[in-house]
């Protein structure tokens, strides 16, 4: 092809230039770049091209092209200008200052250069001084931390800023960078307490999602001078012992691979130092099990990050390699040891607290489930019946008691696990005969092995029949309150053991309802230990599924008080009861709301079993109970529940917390009170850690008072931004129509806020999402969908993905302008309206990618509503002004008609509507396209 023929080409891409049809200005300018073979006329392409799309917003593609010109000339000026400028966009200061500079060389006296330079070394110079303010803070909060003479408020001051600035990736590296670790190792041997707890946060921080700072500071502080940090009984608090635990969790959890940093293609040698590490780590912790040395917070800390970190998270993936090296090193026997002495921690060689024999039993279940094949646990089960019978062969009546307090500890863990144990000879035999001991400690670890035992309700049966009579008689003859007490729970366990079905009783009528009376009243009684209060909370846990008596205990303000405020104790092991009453109480246990009554005719026939609803099951009693709770503080306790960082606070557990939220917000009124609570600040972890059901209920949770709340008041600071990827898991085809719903009305208030909550709803990778349920058949998803995508097409990124050729938005929103609902076409219309104000090739593509784009823009700009009416002339306007074809086709449309009745009686829509009309016909009259109409 000759010379001219590409001469031709750039010619008519600078007309297509000067029309604003950007796109087919670059097709002709890259054919002639392919075809010339003169340099001059290819820097001009390559120019015009960069033009091109910086008028796109394509600003790599700009760059690209002027850096193409520039080697062809150094010194061009409009290629330096705007390779400044897509610089710039980019974020590339730095670059974009050396080519102001370059450019001010050449052109000294050009005063849009002079401003250019003069803009960019203002943002340089913040930016160096900004760094430079960093540096320094750093330097001066670790200066006044070491300093002995600074007073307490400037400490206090000085070390919350440096937590607060390790938190944030360029402040941590450079703490990292200026000395902190060596520093920071120093403070932790400060006997400031509040020096030595920032130190251990912000070396937290440091490490969170770094494996690389990890490492260094593991080995910088060692694993054993952070283990006696946790455990010391001389100098560490429970605070400081509490953020030694998160510390060392979030080394653990970046060495094991959560890493959210590029390693650079040193993974695997990076990896090989690590298993050592680890197991460094495991041992140590191992070893302070049962350390006598190790206080009982930090013996408790210690079983937890076993528990958390041992086993494997999934055990679908992976090996169990860790827990098979945790039974190898003795770590199993140090667990039963521990958790042997519960029954009475006062008696313990080691120090342990109330807490610790369920935190060992939380671990043992992690661990067994975590071995998974037969050969594994057929090893696990030796070393159980071998620790028990060697505690029975011992003969002593300590021992006996060690060894119930084992099996209590197993069933309420790897319940298979002990009742295995349990089968073994002469245990059931000892166990009954320990119930009739004179010592009440026997009495106590016996019937505690009892209770437990009847967890499953298939072995239920049996317990009933052999233990009923004798916990009835310990209830009544004991002296004891303590054995009254556990022997209470026990007949209410079995008791309970049919469920929420009334048709199954494992005791006479009425015989539920007087054993939650005596629970109640060692509840509410303040002058009994708080022990026995506990345990009658354990026992309304499993009476309260039958439906009398959760109506009792909701009108009963005391009791409800009194089971509330045991909830905000330190003692964690009351979480599972507390939660399990007020699942019960609300009714969101799992239940088969799927009744067939043709199943039931079956079953009647077959004479099969037919489970009975409780009377006071039904919807409106459930409702009246939820807003009693509330009213009587149940949210604040639930916070304080979840709020539990040890390993008690099982992902079962969290499940039935979030189900519990969930119903508590499905009335509006009570979504405040929630708020104000913090409940929506724990619903936010609860909706990203868990199982799917738990992470969906606190993630429905969020999405209610999201919908009906300021999300500025109810989620503060970098909340509503978390709150996005919880509502995405909501957006799942799994999840049911309301739940879909409920999370893009969410979506749609937050999308509101600003473009930082836009470009997030972007990152989470939710417009393919949106874009589905505007073509649901469902009229309320269509609605809230495109609702929430009028709300997105404010922010600058959207629309250029609302210009790409390959989606169909576009047409999708043309198309909704016809809908019958009123909402939807109003969100349909809004977002075209500012889609096509703000890019011609957006205007363009409506007549481009809808066959019956003229039908529906008629259909809004004759709307009832003058709000859609304003809305789809605007689109109108800007069609005619972007597009020549489109104009053409307006005219012979009825469009025209409209534009023509509008623009005469101001009546039909407002002045606004009016004054539109007239500006579109007055632009059809300036291209020729209609002769004058006199307006």
Known sequence: MSLSNAAELKENGNKFFNSGIYKEAIECYSRAIEISEDKNEKLACFKNRAACYLKLEKYKECTEDCTKALEISASDVKALFRRIKSLEKLGETSRAYADARRLIQIEPKNKSVQEVCFRLRSIMELELVKEHSTENRVQAMLQILFDQNVDDDKKRKAGDNLVFLSRDEAGAERIFREGGPAALTQLMDSKDLFVKLSAIRTISALCEGHQARSLVMLRDVTIDRLCKCMGSKVDTTEEVSMATFQLIQSIVTSLQGKDKRDHRGHEVAVHADYGKDLLSIMLELKAMLDDVEVSAVGRDHAISLVAKNIPRPDIRSGSNARTLKFMEVGGLKSMLDVGSYGFAPGTSPFPITKNTRLNVSVALLKLYDDLGGDKARGVWDEKIFDYVQSLFATGTMLANKRAMSVLTCLLQGPFESGQKAIGLKGVLETMIAMTGDEEEDSQICAIEAIIT???????????????????????????????????????????????????????????????????????????????????????????????????????????????????????????????????????????????????????????????????????????????????????????????????????????????????????????????????????????????????????????????????????????????????????????????????????????????????????????????????????????????????????????????????????????????????????????????????????????????????????????????????????????????????????????????????????????????????????????????????
Not at 536 to 558: F, N, P, Q, R
Not at 756 to 768: F, P, Q, V
Request: proline share 2%; hydrophobic share 40%; aromatic share 4%.
């Open 453 to 935: 035992s009847a967890s499953k309700q298939s072995k239920a049966t049996f317990v009933v029949e052999n233990g009923a009579t004798l916990l009835k008689e310990l209830f009544k003859k004991s002296e004891s309150d303590a054995v009254r007490v556990r022997a209470l729970v026990g007949l209410c366990k079995l008791g309970a053991s049919h469920g929420s079905d009334v048709s199954l009783r494992a005791f006479a009528d009425g015989s539920t309802v007087k054993l939650a009376k005596q629970c109640r009243k060692f509840l509410t009684n303040p002058s009994k230990d708080f022990d026995l209060r506990k345990w009658s909370a354990e026992g309304l846990s499993y009476l309260t599924l039958d439906g009398d008596v959760k109506e009792e205990l909701c009108h009963d303000e005391d009791a409800l008080k009194a089971l509330f405020d045991i909830a905000r104790t330190n003692d964690k092991t009351v979480t599972y009861g507390v939660v399990s009453c007020l699942v019960n109480c609300t009714n969101t246990y799992d239940k088969n709301d799927e009744v067939v009554p043709e199943m039931i005719e079956l079953a009647k026939y077959s004479k099969q079993h037919i489970p009975e609803e409780h009377e006071k099951d039904k919807p409106e009693f459930v409702k009246e109970r939820v807003r009693l709770l509330v009213e009587g503080g149940m949210v604040n306790a639930l916070v304080v529940l979840a709020n539990d960082d040890t390993g008690l606070l099982t992902d079962t557990t969290k499940e039935l917390i979030c189900r519990v939220f969930l119903v508590s917000v499905e009335d509006e009124n009570n979504r405040g009170l929630v708020v104000a609570a913090g409940g929506a600040k724990v619903l936010i972890p609860l909706a990203t850690a868990g199982t799917k059901k738990g992470k969906q209920s606190a993630a429905q949770a969020l999405a209610r008072i999201a919908i009906t709340s300021n999300p500025a008041i109810a989620f503060p600071g970098q909340r509503s931004l978390e709150c996005i990827r919880a509502f995405k898991q909501l957006l799942h085809p799994d999840c049911d129509a309301l739940q879909n719903f409920e999370a893009l009305m969410a979506l749609t208030n937050l999308s509101s806020i600003d473009d930082n909550h836009r470009r997030r709803i972007i990152r989470e990778k939710l417009l393919s999402e949106i874009e589905s349920y505007m073509l649901e058949e469902h009229e309320l998803l269509r609605r809230s969908a495109t609702e929430l995508l009028c709300n997105m097409c404010v922010c600058t990124e959207m629309q250029g993905i609302m210009e790409r050729d390959s989606h169909d938005r576009v047409k999708l929103l043309v198309l909704l302008c016809g809908e019958d609902d009123h909402a939807t076409r109003k969100a349909a219309s809004g977002a075209l309206a500012m889609l096509t104000s703000n890019s011609e090739n957006i205007a363009r593509k409506i007549r481009e990618k809808c066959k019956s784009w003229l039908d529906n823009l008629s259909i809004i700009s004759l709307d009832e509503d003058n709000e859609i009416k304003h809305r789809g002339l605007v689109v109108v306007n800007n069609v005619v002004a972007a597009c020549k074809f489109a104009a053409e086709d307006i005219v012979k449309s009825n469009i025209l008609e409209i534009l023509m009745g509008l623009s005469k009686d101001s009546t039909l829509g407002g002045s606004k509507v009016q004054d539109l009309s007239i500006s579109c016909l007055k632009k059809l009259e300036s291209d020729n396209f209609i002769q004058s109409t006199g307006l």
